[in-house]
């Protein structure tokens, strides 16, 4: 079985996901940025409405994704909200300015959102080493790694995807997500074994 995870910005995108059978919802606002962290009020409509997970986006802003003290403040505070609000699961991801994982911001808000998974977001594909990377992040507990191997889309990145596949050994998820399109996405998920796929337009990957 493979789950589509639907990333959606609204209500009607939410339930359009839905209906199209998506497995889990990745909430967020500014699509055109890769997603900032949703309305507080969009969360709880969405929350009470959905028949499925919903993860939450924590991510202040576009552009570069370090955060200063006063950013992983805030970060910490969406968290919270997010578990008070009982999502199911936080998105999230933050870098060095030399473009490494930040392991103890990232330590610091996997342990605020605990029981909660986490998954490491796109940031992840601005990352030389991501074989490394995977290693920290499973050390750090993550759950989940959504990327596209590095490349504009995720078919591009497909031998990255599966060559991190093969090193996870499932000890975290990889999502292949970047651009993934209803006529290829079984392909993709045969040439790299991902058991899950991402994108803001919605795939039915349900068994006919």
């Known amino acids: 079985m493979v789950l589509f995870e639907a990333c959606v910005d609204s209500l009607d995108r939410a339930r359009a996901a839905f209906t199209a059978g998506a497995g889990r919802l990745e909430l ?9 962290t949703p309305d507080p009020s969009l969360l709880r409509t969405v929350l009470a409405e959905s028949r499925i997970p919903v993860f939450v986006m924590i991510r202040l802003r576009g552009g570069a994704f370090t955060a200063s003290e006063a950013e992983l403040l805030v970060m910490e505070s969406q968290i919270d909200l997010a578990l008070r609000l009982e999502a199911h699961g936080v998105v999230m991801g933050v870098l060095r300015e030399d473009g490494r994982i930040d392991v103890p911001a990232m330590r610091r808000l996997i342990e605020c959102a605990k029981p909660l998974p986490v998954t490491f977001h796109r940031a992840f594909d601005r990352i030389k080493d991501k074989f490394s990377a995977l290693e920290t992040l499973v050390e750090l507990g993550a759950s989940r790694i959504l990327t596209s191997g590095g490349a504009p889309s995720a078919w591009e990145g497909r031998e990255m995807i599966r060559g991190l596949v093969e090193q996870s050994r499932g000890r975290v998820e990889i999502v292949a997500g970047g651009k993934v399109r209803a006529d290829h996405w079984r392909d993709l998920v045969r040439t790299t074994g991902v058991r899950e796929i991402h994108g803001s337009v ?6 006919k």
């Open 28 to 36: 967020c606002s500014h699509l055109e940025v890769d997603g900032l």
């Open 202 to 207: 919605p795939i039915d990957v349900r068994e």
